[in-house]
Antibody, heavy 120, light 110 residues
Framework: EVQLVESGGGLVQPGGSLRLSCEAS????????LNWVRQAPGKGLEWVSY?????????YYADSVRGRFTISRDNARNSLYLQMNSLRDEDTAVYYC????????????WGQGTLVTVSS | QSVLTQPPSASGTPGQRVTISCSGS????????VNWYQQVPGTAPKLLIY???QRPSGVPDRFSGSKSGTSASLAISGLQSEDEADYYC???????????FGTGTKVTVL
């Protein structure tokens, strides 16, 4: 069974930093691309970042987070990370770890999410 | 900021058919396949339709998808109370180099 478990969320002040983690199990982690997707309270889904499978991992970011967030992965630990710096009020959201499908272009499995609250 | 446009709401009585539209552009729906997700409030999204019209294992055949040009649609036939949820379309965008989601549609079973 595919499982994605996020952790690391919490309350942080504007301008602060936070590092999210996603531990995966139930599939061959190194063979899949991964994404972070967020959802602000009462709002829709917003894709945040993508990382490919390759050793020289291709990464992409949404314009709203480029230059502030960094996605990375550790295939030995079956883990995905999101380093978030210079956090803003508008970054408040539930952050989901989501697996990229090898069958189609998109996301097939999601974690349960971790809440990040940016507030003073 | 959502790139794909959906109606904010849709509704129907049990047994009826409901259709949700998703409008995009040549850089996303026009050149890539469309996926649909169902999200019950308070839970994570779940893949409902992939590659325009394919259902993952376990998804009832009441759910169907289609795509034409730069638009796509999701149909729910034989609406059931458990179908009350938010629905999102999504596709890769070649110009943005990102996975874009629709604005979301809340389906209510009357």
């Amino acid at each position: 069974e595919v499982q994605l478990v996020e952790s690391g969320g919490g309350l942080v002040q504007p301008g602060g930093s936070l590092r999210l983690s996603c531990e995966a199990s139930g599939f061959t982690f190194r063979s899949y691309s991964l994404n972070w997707v967020r959802q602000a309270p009462g709002k829709g889904l917003e894709w945040v970042s993508y990382i490919s499978t390759s050793i020289s991992s291709t990464v992409y970011y949404a314009d709203s987070v480029r230059g502030r967030f960094t996605i990375s992965r550790d295939n030995a630990r079956n883990s995905l990370y999101l380093q978030m710096n210079s956090l803003r009020d508008e970054d408040t959201a539930v952050y989901y770890c989501a697996r990229g499908s090898v069958t189609f272009g998109g996301v097939d499995y999601w974690g349960q999410g971790t809440l990040v609250t940016v507030s003073s | 900021q959502s790139v794909l446009t959906q109606p904010p709401s849709a509704s129907g009585t049990p047994g009826q058919r409901v259709t949700i539209s998703c409008s995009g552009s040549s850089s996303n729906i026009g050149s890539n396949t469309v996926n649909w997700y169902q999200q019950v409030p308070g839970t994570a999204p779940k893949l409902l339709i992939y590659s325009n019209n394919q259902r993952p294992s376990g998804v009832p055949d009441r759910f169907s998808g289609s795509k034409s040009g730069t638009s796509a649609s999701l149909a729910i036939s034989g609406l059931q109370s458990e179908d009350e949820a938010d629905y999102y379309c999504a596709a890769w965008d070649d110009s943005l180099n990102g996975y874009v989601f629709g604005t979301g549609t809340k389906v209510t079973v009357l």
